[in-house]
């Protein structure tokens, strides 16, 4: 025998290509049906052009198949694909990022659709779906969305299967129950990958920018209009597990951020460097710990309750209490705190000083001169508090979400013209009344009160409470919270903002009460539930909730190695439960093999077991030559036995008088 390929002629004639083996019908119809589904969540995502382009051409590669109509020509289609990138750059003015890149795979999917002839035009488009499916992931990941995506999943599966094995001669639905069956067996391996792979902080790989857009939630400026625009969201900014009892709604101010410049129509945040330690205060009664699970808002700040005092990992504090991660919430992300709603801060310092009293040096003269008025009254800070909140009391100011647009003067505009204006309005202009009596204050944007889901017993604060309150600098006290919304609308702060609006129809559902779609409400609030868990336990997953959970299932302080051990043990011991099931399984399936292995199993307790390598016949002969009176049954058994094994037909009248004789064999 050679063991060397004999080398090829230079002047032998080529050797003629083998023809690839086209793809058969079923597996192309279940290959588009998968590219569809793939692609249909996307369809508010992709420009009206290409979701049409996308189904134009699936439809006429399906025509293709029913009709065994030719493909396109070579030109067409490089005709199309010229196009079709050229208008994604129009759209998108680039190739790259998430919805650019998103729009030109799925443009590029279709056209190779129309040059799909054999397996392994199959293949790529299999891998192509595998990357349209992925690629949703960037839009959504709530249960619903996951929901759908696995079952584009089981028929992209079905289709892969059907690609490779088209030929196998298999029923309708074989490819259906191979893909399920793939699946279920991979749960348990996902599973221990998910629970015990060791988790970093912070992805693995940075995403585009563009695919943190759209997300909702405070800016780091305020301006008329800003916060009641947010507060006509229903969508859900947190969610707060509390330790202990639930802090009254006149405590639940959960605090963001704190604007300081006013440049006469804006509030700003100026740049603050964090600390790497909490902002000391002075705590007057008991602390309240709860954890947070946030949503993504691509910005780095946190919220917690006044005033925080701890510092979740990755967070730092500025000197205005404001709690800043070192990187963005570009994913549901579970942090721990403890806070005093009651409390007393320390000194005011130069600039606080400084940043606490700054004003455009004119602007606004009849809200100055009214200030003036106040001081010559009563000079002191604590009484220009009150004065301020009469005004707002007793005055005809109004609380809504549609106030009237203001021009020139803001303040002066809204203080003694339309006096209609919403939280920003109040906060916006109280602080700059402070400052104009020589009072150092500040405005706080974040969110108040939130909605208990009694069902989960956590509470919801959704965007709809976003909300801006003021804090002013008192000696002996430091900085207060002063809520000028409340001096208007009292029910704001105690009842929610539902209650404190007369046009409460614009809010958004879930942000109504009573009525007769209660029921409604509270069933979504049950489909929460199942949200929140999600968030929790799934998304919300990271290095730090990983760790807390491995330690309360017993494993005491979990690092990297203790979990790269468990996790090998577990898939190891997945491993061999699943190779004897299939042993197992395999053996109840062969009525022959399980015949004889019970008599060979009588045997070895006689002190007669059988080689791993000795044969049917030749394990007989030895047994009949240490006990001959076994002889006789033995050799029966064994020479039935191999004529059912090795022979070309198993009868099954045979098979039945083989575990007759099992049966009544005595070893």
């Not at 909730?545 to 996790?567: C, I, N």
């Not at 009176?629 to 098979?655: D, H, K, M, N, S």
Request: net charge positive.
């Amino acid at each position: 025998m050679k063991f060397w390929k004999r080398r090829r002629s230079p002047h032998a004639p080529p050797s003629p290509k083998r023809p690839e083996e086209p793809l058969t019908r079923a597996a192309l119809t279940w290959l588009l049906a998968a590219l569809a589904l793939g692609v249909a969540p996307q369809a508010t995502e992709l420009s009206v052009w290409l979701s049409v382009l996308f189904a134009a051409l699936v439809g006429w590669r399906g025509l293709i198949v029913l009709r065994s109509w030719a493909l396109p020509p070579r030109w067409l289609l490089l005709l199309v694909a010229v196009l079709a990138g050229a208008g994604v750059i129009v759209d998108h003015r680039t190739l790259f990022g998430r919805d650019a890149g998103v729009a030109l795979l799925t443009a590029m999917t279709a056209c190779k659709l129309l040059e799909s002839r054999g397996l392994r035009d199959g293949v790529v488009l299999v891998f192509l779906g595998y990357l349209l499916v992925m690629s949703n992931l960037l839009y959504s990941q709530d249960i619903p969305q996951i929901a759908y995506l696995l079952a584009a999943i089981l028929v992209m599966l079905t289709a892969q299967v059907l690609i490779h094995r088209q030929h196998a001669g298999l029923t309708a639905l074989a490819p259906l129950r191979l893909t399920g069956r793939m699946v279920l067996l991979a749960v348990p391996v996902m599973l221990i990958l998910f629970v015990l792979f060791p988790r970093i902080p912070g992805p693995l790989w940075g995403l585009p920018k563009d695919a943190y857009k759209g997300r909702t939630g405070l800016s780091e400026q305020m301006a008329p209009g800003s916060v009641s625009e947010l507060s006509q969201s229903g969508e859900v900014a947190f969610r707060v597990r509390f330790a202990g009892a639930i802090p009254p709604p006149n405590q639940r101010y959960w605090r963001g951020l704190v604007l300081w410049h006013f440049d006469g129509r804006r509030w700003t945040r100026p740049e603050e460097p964090p600390l790497n330690t909490p902002t000391p205060f002075t705590p007057e009664g008991a602390a309240v710990d709860y954890a947070v699970v946030l949503e993504p808002s691509n910005r780095s700040w946190l919220f917690a309750l006044d005033l925080p005092a701890r510092l979740p990992p990755h967070a730092r504090m500025t000197a205005s209490f404001q709690l800043l991660r070192d990187q963005p919430v570009n994913e549901v992300y579970r942090y721990e705190m403890r806070s005093y709603p009651a409390y007393r801060t320390g000194e005011l310092t130069a600039m606080e000083r400084s940043r606490g009293l700054q004003l455009p040096p004119r602007g606004n003269p009849r809200a100055r001169a009214l200030v003036a008025d106040w001081r010559q009254r009563d000079p002191r800070p604590e009484a220009l508090v009150q004065s301020a909140l009469t005004l707002f009391r007793e005055q005809p100011f109004y609380y809504t979400l549609t106030p009237p647009l203001l021009s020139g003067e803001i303040v002066d505009d809204f203080l003694f013209r339309t006096q209609r204006g919403f939280c920003e309005h109040y906060a916006g202009a109280f602080v700059f009344l402070m400052r104009a009596g020589g009072v150092p204050a500040r405005v706080v944007l974040g969110y108040q009160g939130g909605e208990m889901n009694t069902l989960g017993g956590y509470l919801m604060v959704r965007q709809s409470d976003a909300h801006a309150w003021a804090e002013v600098w008192l000696e002996g006290r430091g900085w207060v919270r002063v809520d000028p919304t409340g001096a208007v609308a009292p029910n704001r702060v105690q009842q929610g903002l539902y209650a404190a609006l007369s046009d409460a129809g614009l809010l958004p559902f879930l942000a109504r009460r009573g009525g007769d779609s209660e029921w409604l409400r509270q069933l979504v609030l049950g489909w929460d539930i199942l949200n929140n868990s999600w968030n929790e336990w799934v998304l919300a997953y990271g290095p730090d909730r990983q760790k807390e959970f491995l330690s309360g299932l017993g494993f005491g302080p979990a690092d990297w190695a203790g979990m790269t051990v468990a996790m090998l043990i577990a898939l190891s011991g997945f491993g061999v439960l699943y190779a004897g099931w299939r042993w197992r399984s395999r053996l109840a399936r062969d009525p022959v093999a399980r015949a004889w292995q019970r008599c060979c199993a009588r045997l070895a307790r006689r002190g007669l077991k059988r080689g791993a390598a000795e044969g049917p016949l030749d394990f007989a002969g030895r047994v009949a030559a240490g006990r001959p009176e076994l002889a006789t049954a033995v050799w029966e058994i064994a020479r039935l036995y191999a004529a059912l094994r090795y022979g070309p037909v198993a009868p099954p009248e045979q098979v039945r008088q083989l575990r007759r004789l099992a049966r009544r064999f005595r070893a």
